[in-house]
């Protein structure tokens, strides 16, 4: 179950954590994979090659999701070379916290350059390769704040909620091509995104947490690859939580 072979997916911010996960249980289901990177090349080569060393197919890609043009020519360039893109993954993110008060234009524009408008930009250049398909899936990884908030993340939040109005709208907008278009939404995963908590924030966390700590990155790849196979061919618009009972 859940094989992707023959696929071609791009994961954006594949180079660490969630997107790492991703990239790596893609290809072990036998996806051949794009491993997107803003900066870090060292990091984004040794997913290729570890999927390499595993037999599977990789390549990896620079670009940065907030920047539209460079969106554009990257994924326009994918299409043109393999002929089609049959997975997005828009897992490319950062945070960016705190108050209200104290939260500066400059930082809430970066922030939904990033975690807003990226992935729309992704999914609009991904998007036509798709529709001329009639088929294809896409993947916007949320988050449990989106859908909960929490104080100290306005911004975060803000667009972490926007990505679920955007995978249910285009969920509707490219339903009648064959498209599907869903959300993951992690809870607390041990990722560089949560290594700045201490171990007292880390413990009072996971008391809120049914299960009881934090998720692992290969918790929401797993979901990922669930949803983008072809077991999942009819569930659009959804928002799947991986949340260890965080939020239910
Ligand atoms: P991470 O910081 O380890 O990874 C984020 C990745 O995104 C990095 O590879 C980074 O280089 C890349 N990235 C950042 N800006 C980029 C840009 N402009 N263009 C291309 N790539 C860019 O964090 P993570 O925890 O693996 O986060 C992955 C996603 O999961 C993010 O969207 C994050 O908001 C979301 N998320 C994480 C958690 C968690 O607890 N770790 C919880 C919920 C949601």
Redesign the pocket.
């Known amino acids: 179950m859940f094989r992707l072979d023959g696929k071609l997916a791009l994961v ?2 594949g ?5 790492r996960a991703t990239a790596l249980a893609l290809a072990r289901q036998g996806a051949a994979v794009v491993v ?3 900066s ?1 090349q060292t990091a984004a080569h040794s997913v290729v090659e570890e999927i390499r060393a595993a037999g599977g197919t990789a390549e990896s890609l620079m670009f ?3 920047d539209s043009a460079q969106v554009d020519d990257a994924i326009g360039d994918v299409v043109k070379r393999q002929g089609k893109l049959d997975i997005l993954v828009a ?5 960016i916290d705190g108050l209200l008060l104290r939260l500066k234009d400059d930082d809430l524009d970066r922030l939904m350059a ?2 807003l408008r ?1 992935p729309l930009a992704c999914a609009r250049a991904a998007m036509k390769s798709m529709v001329r398909a009639r088929q294809g899936r896409i993947v916007f ?1 949320s ?2 704040i989106g859908e909960i908030g929490n104080a100290g993340q306005a911004a975060y939040a803000s667009s972490k909620a926007g990505l679920l109005g955007l995978c249910k709208t285009l969920a509707r907008e490219y339903g009648s091509r064959g498209i599907t278009v869903n959300a993951v939404a ?4 041990d ?4 290594s700045r908590l201490d171990e007292p924030a880390r413990k009072t966390i996971s008391g809120t947490i049914p299960l009881g700590h934090f998720g692992k ?1 290969e918790d929401v790849a797993a979901a990922v690859v669930y949803l983008v196979s072809d077991e999942a061919a009819y569930v659009t618009g959804h928002t799947l939580r991986v949340n260890g009972g965080m939020y239910v």
């Open positions: 954006t911010g180079s660490r954590g969630i997107g997107n990177y803003a870090n940065d999701v907030s897992n490319a993110g950062i945070a990033v975690n990226g990884i988050s449990v992690p809870g607390l995963i990722t560089d995104m949560t990155p």
